[in-house]
T-cell receptor, first 117, second 114 residues
């Protein structure tokens, strides 16, 4: 099946640091990638949708300047948490989707646990 | 707007027994997809089963099957012969045929007792 790689799996950094998370589709071209945030014992909250070569579409309430998303190629999207603070600590998950196979589900990465000290 | 509701925050089942997880959704669309995802403690999202709304036949995947009631907007997951490895959070999700976005329910935590 389709494989999505997310890196890093866990990052701990100091407050004020910017952190970049990568999401790669390894065996298919992802026309769309999604970024989710998940708090403990809660569901996945969609943050933004990114399409290759265009600006990401952010969900209501998500700060565009805080969470920078770049989808430079059909196999790579990045999420940068800028000037991270402890309240940004969370579990971030990406997923990838190809509109060539519209009846197929999104394929998820394994997630990144972000801890801001 | 579409919504997905999972009314059971927690469920438990004895090993080898059968358990059913509930999911209802609200939509005005006729063409859509429904999914059940499993999230074990590793937090990896694993697709369990999917259903196309235009198909009347309920989807099955080995020990997992769904009861899809389109008129009632219900999409329950039945796990037969439960195993310890089935213990996880289970999320029901909806996707319109017009969009790529998944709408998730709040999840049901399933415990499996030996």
């Amino acid at each position: 099946g389709a494989v999505v790689s997310q890196h890093p799996s866990w990052v701990i950094c100091k407050s004020g640091t910017s952190v970049k998370i990568e999401c790669r589709s390894l065996d298919f071209q992802a026309t769309t990638m999604f970024w989710y945030r998940q708090f403990p014992k809660q569901s996945l909250m969609l943050m933004a949708t990114s399409n290759e070569g265009s600006k990401a579409t952010y969900e209501q309430g998500v700060e565009k300047d805080k969470f920078l998303i770049n989808h430079a190629s059909l196999t790579l999207s990045t999420l940068t948490v800028t000037s991270a603070h402890p309240e940004d600590s969370s579990f971030y998950i990406c997923s990838a989707y190809s509109d060539m196979y519209s009846n197929q589900p999104q394929h998820f990465g394994d997630g990144t646990r972000l801890s801001i000290l | 707007a579409q919504t997905v509701t999972q009314s059971q925050p927690e469920m438990s089942v004895q090993e080898a027994e059968t358990v059913t997880l509930s999911c209802t959704y609200d939509t005005s669309e006729s063409d859509y997809y429904l999914f059940w995802y499993k999230q074990p403690p590793s937090r990896q999202m694993i697709l369990v089963i999917r259903q196309e709304a235009y198909k009347q036949q309920n989807a099955t995947e080995n020990r997992f099957s769904v009861n899809f009631q389109k008129a009632a907007k219900s999409f329950s997951l039945k796990i037969s012969d439960s195993q310890l490895g089935d213990a996880a959070m289970y999320f029901c999700a909806y996707r319109s045929s017009n969009t790529d976005k998944l709408i998730f329910g709040t999840g049901t935590r399933l415990q499996v007792f030996p």
